[in-house]
T-cell receptor, first 110, second 112 residues
Framework: GQNIDQPTEMTATEGAIVQINCTYQ??????LFWYQQHAGEAPTFLSY????GLEEKGRFSSFLSRSKGYSYLLLKELQMKDSASYLC???????????FGTGTRLQVFP | NAGVTQTPKFRILKIGQSMTLQCTQD?????MYWYRQDPGMGLKLIYY???????DKGEVPNGYNVSRSTTEDFPLRLELAAPSQTSVYFC???????????FGPGTRLTVT
């Protein structure tokens, strides 16, 4: 089967670092995506990991370990505008679609 | 370059009514998707298409139909609307299944 798990909610302070975890149970997948979704808006693409390791993009980094069935999104130097939901999604082998987790709602406080 | 556009933005339907949600993309993407998102939940795939004339079911296709006569357009049809179809509907497109998906602004549908 295919299942993607993320924490439901997280809180953090402006300027801090936060790590949002994503664990998945799937027989195999092409890659793992992270999307950001502000309240009332559409999701927007953040990152895509195919190979194990860390991908860095400015304040955001994403990590993948296929052997551990685990990914995380790391947000540094948090800003108030980072308050949003963060969706983890996997593209299973031999399919043309994404399976999304339920998302992690991050609240950043001053 | 408008990206992915959806109409309408909001709609209220009575139980048993039908409607079509429109989706158009101008990026010449072959892959298009329809998702629904219930409050506090992730995205559930309804239908998708890998090119004009080709469509396939996603996780929650019951109560919906799609067609893909052109590369640009991917309308979603609701027949006999039910309260369980109250949701936000997002259309998305991508260059390939392993590429980032671009989402439209969404349609908020209420069925009462």
């Amino acid at each position: 089967g295919q299942n993607i798990d993320q924490p439901t909610e997280m809180t953090a302070t402006e300027g801090a670092i936060v790590q949002i975890n994503c664990t998945y149970q799937t027989s195999g997948f092409n890659g793992l995506f992270w999307y950001q979704q502000h309240a009332g808006e559409a999701p927007t693409f953040l990152s895509y990991n195919v190979l194990d390791g860390l991908e860095e993009k400015g304040r955001f980094s994403s990590f993948l370990s296929r052997s551990k069935g685990y990914s995380y999104l790391l947000l540094k130097e948090l800003q108030m505008k980072d308050s949003a939901s963060y969706l983890c999604a996997a593209s299973p082998y031999n399919t043309d679609k994404l399976i999304f987790g339920t998302g992690t709602r991050l609240q950043v406080f001053p | 370059n408008a990206g992915v556009t959806q109409t309408p933005k909001f709609r209220i339907l009575k139980i048993g009514q039908s409607m079509t949600l429109q989706c158009t993309q101008d990026m010449n993407h072959n892959y298009m998707y329809w998702y629904r998102q219930d409050p506090g939940m992730g995205l559930k795939l309804i239908y998708y298409s890998v090119g004009a004339g080709i469509t396939d079911k996603g996780e929650v296709p019951n109560g919906y139909n799609v067609s893909r006569s052109t590369t640009e357009d991917f309308p979603l049809r609701l027949e006999l609307a039910a309260p369980s179809q109250t949701s936000v509907y997002f259309c998305a497109s991508s260059y390939s299944f392993s590429a980032e998906q671009y989402f439209g602004p969404g349609t908020r549908l209420t069925v009462t």
